[in-house]
């Protein structure tokens, strides 16, 4: 397997982590939406950079989805299902850890059934561009 391969199923085992860790929490009413936005966030943002890796394209340091998402397109791969409206999670990802929700523009909260498809559509997608779907990685 070549190290791009390697790399991408990496990213997409540890993005169905965050989906799980999501999953697990989404239905708790006591679990703070920054948090649940959060794993959402990391879900996309890891299961985007798993088809880039697995293109061969580098990609920066970014928690930007609408970023990574323009590079997916720039390298001709298809856009994520939820392309468009990805961005919406992109201030849960490294900001909402270290500010106040209200200064990185959180302050409508996370609609947690949106979040948990998009990172289904999302995974699914990246599943599909990368073959694995159905595997255990």
């Known amino acids: 397997m070549n190290r791009s391969r390697e790399h991408a199923r990496t990213l997409l085992r540890k993005a169905r982590d965050d989906a ?14 920054w948090g649940l936005g959060f794993h959402a966030q990391q879900a996309v943002e890891k299961a985007i950079k798993a088809v880039l890796s697995d293109r061969g394209v580098e990609f920066p340091r970014t928690h930007d989805l609408a970023e990574l998402t323009e590079l997916a397109r720039g390298a001709g791969v298809s856009e994520p299902p ?3 409206d ?15 929700a209200a200064d990185v523009g959180l302050e409508r909260g996370l609609d947690r059934n949106w979040a948990t498809g998009v990172v ?8 599909d561009l990368l073959g694995t779907k159905g595997e255990g990685l």
């Open 20 to 33: 799980w860790m999501l999953a697990q929490l989404i239905g708790k009413s006591e679990a703070p939406d």
């Open 82 to 84: 939820d392309g468009a």
């Open 86 to 100: 990805l961005d919406l999670l992109t201030p849960y990802g490294a900001p909402v850890r270290y500010e106040v």
């Open 120 to 127: 289904q559509r999302t995974l699914s997608w990246a599943q």
